[in-house]
């Protein structure tokens, strides 16, 4: 019972704080509403035996992104007066676009197989994780810093100011 | 069996080189011509027509001999589509070697005198590669063993035609007159061709050997035969300038002389007599087209020969000559006198040549005059030429011992032995004949000399090349009626005995052979010549006695004078009926149709693309929220077809 | 703990979850004008995705699922750096953060 409600506690929050990331006018709202959005999913790892990706989770995303997007807001200095608004029937049919989508996603897996929980205590662990991505996910790992370097270049040359002659 | 391998073995070569030694100087001249001299070009292309002159005499001394029958030499194998099958094979028996021996040998004559009569001509090397190209073509004709080769000489010959009268192309009336001979001649072709169609679908082959073996089948006037002959006569009409197509011939007098000779007075226009000879078979068994030919040849022989009595050109009364002499051959074939018809092919082919050639040869010392009004007198500038001429008036008229008597009177019999009537009509044809050509002669020959000074003072005799042919041709028409002298007259008809085998297979022919009581064939004989003579001297009455001239254009008689020296008006009656039609209905197809309907749908193709792109490209806003929106959507709908199906 | 806590629930209701974290996520794409919100948008959906890619994984027991979540994070992480520093450059071109005013391509 207790479960049930511990779910349904994280996911409320989740959905609302969801919720409100899209509605509200404030962009710097929008994103102190989306780090709670991630808290409450990094909850949801929680519970579901996966304790390392909750942390790197937090780490990544909260610590990392959201400042990332704070910085962005501030420096670009948006403020509630110059935020641009789309008509309210569009605004409609992108609410109805979404629920459509969902409703069909629904029903197209509407004919997936029930799966029971198996009892693993050892797994989400750092060891296990760990275990697996050293071993038969290496070569992707390594990619990866691959991929942030490219990133990182990227960024610099993207977001420095042209050097006028 | 041996005999016929052996001979064809003997002469494959020959028969192989007689066609193709005229293309080969077709090609030369054709490639090469404006490189050599004008003599050269010219001396090549009479060479090599000469050469095949010669290759045909042997086959023709060989044919002699008793062991000599029809061979074929299979060149190469060349249509075969399931149960067709048509080789490039030719065919020779004597009609081929006889027909060989007139193109091969007048051809060169007249390549002879074209040296001399084209000399000054800047498109002397166009002018031989024609003239060799249509004499390959005609040997073609002539020498095919199957429709189908044959098929190939006739509108090869009709290309050459029209080649050769347009030769001087930068005149616009010559080109018109060439395209009415080649599209005349395309109609008859189109008889010829449904003809084929059905001799294929009822024969199951064109071969001639296979075609004719296969026809002793048919009964009397079956009616596919009695279809098949008709289709095959009426391109017989086109290419022979029969009644309704004839009125090509007059218009094609506007090439050079030398084409008139060769072409519409010696060979090309014999094509049509050829088809229906060789046929002989076919058309012995439909009496009802054997009919229709006689009437036409009648009709033709009859039309053509008062027509000229009041033409004015020199060329142009020869020209309707010549359609009259070929209504006298059909009319033979009408009656089924076949060996009699060539007969007169190769007499015709002599006097009528040499007629052309001369008629050149004056309008050469004439400066290029055409015109008998404005000729006269001419007989003690240009002697050779004046006797040549009157040779070939008097062959013409049909008086013996020349050569026009023997085959004209030939056909005379044949005609009364079938009816009296026609053999007066035709006889009244001869008549005509005789009046007419003798005006032609004392008009240009006798009295005082009606022309210009200038004119005057340039006339002299042709040079060797022009009057060497005209001597040869005159010996040929005083001797060339030996070759068939009737038994009447105490000869053996060597030219009937050496083409019966042609005829051999022929049993309706054999079985219906006339034969006239020997008094009354010498009775006609002396009527037709006795009418001739006549009709000579009230030509010298009018024309030398009286000195009536024809009028000139400002002064025309009026009445039947006028119907005649109008040419019956048919080539108006042809425009009114057929040519004002067909080019009215081509406006209305082209302002209606073209414009409207064809025009109309590639343009709305055009306009529908264009109009289409136009209303696609609206849905590349820039707008990235629509971009969005659409791709979302798409995913929608693309899992939800997904989901359901 | 023999089974985790969230093992109790039945797994369609963490699909149910993740599916409106997505569905809201694309709302919020159409929605908003401004790039920054729309780029949050998308960083809802990726969440979404790593939500029931975790749950798969609790529930059946693999743990190849876990890794692509870190894969997915790595992604995500790097798309974010690059992403914000195309739109500071955006701004400093056309002194706006909203997309429609980024309709140069029009036909």
């Known amino acids: 019972m207790s479960n049930t409600l511990i779910f349904a506690l994280l996911s409320t929050l989740s959905i609302f704080s969801a919720l409100m990331v899209i ?45 990332l997007f704070l910085y962005t807001i501030m420096m670009l200095n948006l403020n509630r007066e110059s935020e641009p608004h789309k008509p309210m029937l569009l605004k409609l049919a992108s609410v109805v676009t979404g629920g459509g989508l969902f409703l069909v996603l629904i029903s197209s897996l509407k004919t997936a197989n029930q799966i029971s929980p ?34 990182m270049v990227g960024a610099v040359v993207l977001a420095k100011k042209d050097v006028v002659q | 069996m041996k005999d016929i391998v052996d001979q064809s073995a003997q002469f494959a070569l020959s028969t192989i080189l007689i066609p193709l030694l005229p293309l080969l100087g077709f090609t030369i001249n054709a490639f090469f011509g404006k490189h050599l001299s004008k003599t050269l070009s010219g001396a ?105 080769i044959t098929f190939i000489g006739w509108e090869g010959v009709g290309l050459c035609s029209y080649l050769l009268i347009g030769f001087w192309y930068k005149n616009q009336e010559y080109n018109n007159a060439a395209k009415k001979a080649f599209i005349m001649n395309r109609i008859g ?112 022989a009859i039309f053509g020969a008062i027509i000229g009595l009041r033409q004015n050109d020199i060329k142009k009364v020869l020209a309707y000559s010549t359609v009259s002499q070929l209504g006298y051959m059909f009319i033979a074939l009408g009656l089924g006198a076949y060996s009699a018809a060539f007969f007169h092919v190769m007499t015709h082919a002599f006097f009528k040549a040499l007629l052309f050639l001369g008629a050149g040869s004056v309008i050469h010392a004439m400066s290029g005059e055409q015109d008998i009004r404005r000729m006269g007198g001419l007989w003690k500038y240009i002697k050779v030429t004046g006797i040549t001429f009157i040779i070939g008036t008097i062959a013409i008229s049909g008086i013996p011992p020349l050569a026009g008597f023997f085959s004209k009177d030939e056909i005379l019999a044949n005609a009364f032995a079938h009816s009296p009537l026609i053999w007066g009509l035709a006889v009244g044809g001869s008549m005509l004949t005789a009046f007419y050509m003798f005006r032609l002669f004392f008009l240009t020959f006798c009295g005082e000399f009606r022309g210009t000074e200038e004119q005057k003072h340039h006339l002299h005799e042709s040079p060797a090349t022009i009057t060497i042919p005209l001597i040869v041709l005159a010996v040929l028409s005083i001797i060339g009626g030996f070759a068939g002298v009737p038994e009447v007259l105490g000869g053996s008809h060597w030219l009937n005995r050496f083409l019966a085998p042609v005829f051999a297979d022929n049993e309706i022919l054999s079985h219906s052979a006339h034969h006239l009581d020997h008094n009354l064939e010498i009775m006609l004989m002396c009527i037709s010549v006795a009418a001739a003579v006549i009709m000579i001297t009230i030509a010298y009455v009018v024309y030398v006695s009286k000195s009536v001239r024809p009028a000139d254009d400002q002064h025309q008689p009026g009445g039947f004078a006028k119907l005649i020296a109008n040419k019956f008006y048919v080539d108006e009656l042809y425009n009114a009926i057929i040519v004002k039609p067909v080019m009215f209905l081509s406006n209305a197809l082209y302002n209606f149709v073209e414009v409207y309907i064809i025009d109309g749908f590639v343009n709305l193709l055009g306009k529908g693309a264009v109009g289409g792109s136009r209303v696609l490209r609206l849905a590349q806003s820039g707008n990235i929220g629509f971009y969005f929106f659409a791709i979302t959507i798409s995913i929608l709908v693309i899992i939800l077809i997904n989901t359901l199906s | 703990m023999n089974e985790f806590v ?44 790593n939500l029931i890619l975790v749950s798969y994984s609790s529930y059946t027991g693999k743990l190849s699922g876990m890794v692509f979540v870190f894969f997915v994070m790595v992604v995500a992480a790097a798309e974010v750096a690059v992403g914000l520093a195309l739109l500071v450059s955006i701004y400093r071109n056309i002194r706006s953060v909203d997309i429609e005013e980024l309709k140069n391509l029009k036909w």
């Open chain 1, 23 to 67: 509605f509200s006018r404030n962009a710097m709202y929008s994103v102190l509403y989306l780090v709670i959005c991630f808290f409450t999913i990094a909850g949801h790892y929680v519970i579901l035996n996966a304790h390392f990706l909750a942390i790197v989770h937090i780490i990544v995303y909260a610590g990392a992104i959201m400042v």
């Open chain 1, 118 to 151: 198996v009892a693993d205590n050892g797994m989400g662990t750092v060891q296990s994780v760990g275990k697996v991505l050293f071993t038969d996910y290496v070569f992707p790992f390594e990619i990866t810093s691959v991929l942030f370097i490219s990133a």
């Open chain 2, 44 to 148: 090549l292309a009479t060479l090599s027509v000469a050469v095949s002159f010669i290759l045909s005499l042997t086959i023709f001394f060989a044919a002699q001999n008793d062991g000599f029958s029809a061979f074929s030499v299979e060149v190469f194998e060349w249509i075969t589509a399931g149960a067709l099958r048509i080789p490039m094979e030719f065919y020779i028996d004597q009609l081929t070697v006889m027909f060989m021996l007139i193109i091969t040998g007048v051809g060169s004559l007249i390549h002879l005198y074209s040296m001399g009569y084209m000399h000054d001509d800047e498109g002397h090397n166009r002018f031989f590669a024609y003239l060799n190209l249509f004499v390959f073509f005609m040997l073609l004709l002539v020498m095919g063993a199957n429709y189908l």
């Open chain 2, 189 to 300: 072709d189109l008889g010829f061709l449904l003809g084929m169609f059905l001799i294929f679908q009822n024969f199951g082959s064109l071969t001639f050997t296979e075609v004719f073996s296969k026809a002793g089948n048919y009964d009397l006037n079956d009616g596919m035969i009695v279809a098949i002959t008709l289709l095959l006569f009426v391109g017989a009409t086109g290419k022979s300038a029969q009644l309704p197509l004839f009125t090509w011939l007059p218009d094609a007098m506007a090439g050079p002389t030398p084409v008139s000779a060769l072409i519409h007075a010696a060979t090309m226009v014999t094509a049509g007599i050829y088809l229906v000879v060789r046929s002989n078979i076919l058309f012995s068994l439909a009496p009802d087209t054997q009919h229709v030919i006689l009437i036409v040849g009648l009709a033709t």
């Open chain 3, 6 to 49: 969230g093992g109790q629930v039945p797994f369609d209701w963490y699909l149910y979850l993740s599916l409106v974290l997505f569905a809201i996520g694309v709302a919020g794409v159409l929605m908003r004008r401004n790039a920054i919100v729309m780029f949050m948008s998308v960083e809802l959906m990726l969440n979404s995705v």
